[in-house]
């Protein structure tokens, strides 16, 4: 008897068509980055993410193991195709988020799909995102004012960007995307 994959191709295709969608954001976000790093460096945290978006609609649509990661590293290379030379930084955050979207889900076996545990893998980045940013970025020699707002930007930029991906998530739902 034949076993059943893990990830069949109906899976697989849903995964490249938000991992190619949400790419686009991504590379868009990248072609903004260096403009917002030279006039508002205080606002790179909501900028940055976008990229929580390719995770957060795979697995509101799909509910399964791998697929955030899946279409984070599809979304990463699409991303790469606006700007080359920042693949290898595309693909790292991709594995990052996704790794971090998958390790929450797995926390909960993949059973529990409340929008508080997305929410949660959301804070996890952005705590990550807001320190590793301030600090490889020189972001203390910012004045006072300037710090606060970025790191309050850097945990709310993913949060906000979580509920549009479930906003979204839910209306490729509603759609019949995820229809078995």
Request: proline share 4%; hydrophobic share 60%; net charge positive.
């Amino acid at each position: 008897m034949a076993r059943t994959p893990l990830l069949s191709t109906r899976v697989l295709l849903v995964c490249a068509a938000i991992g190619v969608a949400t790419g686009i954001v991504g590379g868009i976000a990248g072609v903004l980055t260096p403009f917002v790093l030279f006039t508002a460096p205080y606002a790179y945290g909501l900028l940055l993410g976008a990229h929580v978006l390719p995770g957060i609609i795979a697995q509101e649509v799909l509910r399964q193991p791998l697929v955030a990661l899946i279409t984070h590293v599809i979304a990463a290379l699409v991303s790469s195709a606006f700007n080359p030379a920042w693949a290898l930084r595309f693909i790292g955050t991709a594995l990052l988020f996704g790794a971090i979207q998958e390790g929450v889900a797995a926390l909960t076996r993949y059973r529990v799909w409340g929008a508080w545990r997305f929410f949660i893998s959301a804070m996890v980045i952005g705590v990550i995102v807001a320190v590793v940013v301030f600090f490889v970025a020189h972001l203390g020699s910012l004045p006072l004012w300037a710090q606060i707002a970025y790191l309050v930007l850097s945990l709310l930029g993913p949060i906000a960007w979580t509920a549009i991906g479930l906003a979204v998530g839910s209306a490729l739902g509603r759609a019949g995307v995820a229809h078995r």
